[in-house]
């Protein structure tokens, strides 16, 4: 039975997803987020039917595995597009090393402004980086890596919707500064959806979700033991 219900939640949500992924290439429109939208979609449906979240949590077990795959297999733009770490290596290095310092350095003087405890602030200073590096960097500096996740989770699906809008208001049409900056901002999410804008800028978001993390790892300790104490 338990296999039946799980099978039947992998199906219902892949065929939101398409639904979604259908209606965002439609009408191109950023509030038709995928992963926002088919999320939403899901949990009305589960709270709806009256469905606990245990009980999809085994489908949703068998798909996020996928995850790992998924992430290596963003190594296949970025060797197709390898011209351009050549091409503008010191430009990429610096832009994410700087983009990552300047995305902590401002949820410390907000968080700080605002008076938050030392626990929330260190939970939150990771937020641009992958869950793996939020939730360690959290743990080893006294924070909570429950609410790193939520940070993380929040600050990818906020940048994924308004991200690459806000970078054409701006008028930042270059495919490798749009891939450089969803990845740096949005890591995972922000990648999935530069990649649905062109394999340039999804090989580039890659390449940014995977320094911003490094960059976190090394800085925000520093940050922390700095500022916060």
């Known amino acids: ?3 039946m219900l799980s099978a039947g939640f992998i199906i219902l949500t892949v065929g939101i997803y398409l639904l979604c992924r259908y209606l965002y290439f439609r009408y191109n429109h950023p509030l038709i987020n995928i992963v926002l939208l088919s999320a939403a979609v899901i949990i009305a449906i ?3 039917g009256k469905q606990d979240y245990a009980a999809y949590t085994p489908a949703k077990d068998v798909m996020t595995f996928l995850l790992g795959p998924a992430t290596v297999a963003l190594a296949v ?11 503008y290596g010191i430009a990429i290095f610096t832009g994410v090393g700087l983009g990552t310092l300047v995305s902590m350095a401002s949820v410390l003087f907000i968080t700080q402004i605002g008076g938050l405890s030392r626990e929330i602030i260190v939970s939150i200073i990771p937020k641009s980086s992958t869950v793996p590096f939020a939730v360690e960097v959290a743990a080893l500096a006294g924070g909570n890596p429950a609410l ?12 994924s919707v308004i991200g690459l809008s806000l970078l054409s208001r701006f008028k930042i049409y270059n495919p490798v500064a749009r891939g450089l900056a969803m990845g740096t901002v949005s890591h995972g999410q922000g990648t999935a959806m530069a990649l649905l804008e062109g394999e340039q800028q999804g090989a580039m978001a890659g390449v940014a979700m995977a320094l911003a993390g490094i960059f976190t790892s090394v800085l925000a300790p520093v940050l922390i033991a700095l500022f916060v104490g």
């Open 148 to 159: 790193a996740v939520a940070f993380v989770v929040a600050t990818g699906t906020f940048g």
């Open 1 to 3: 039975m338990q296999v």
């Open 77 to 87: 733009p970025l060797y197709r597009n390898r011209h351009l770490l050549k091409q």
């Open 46 to 48: 589960l709270v709806v």
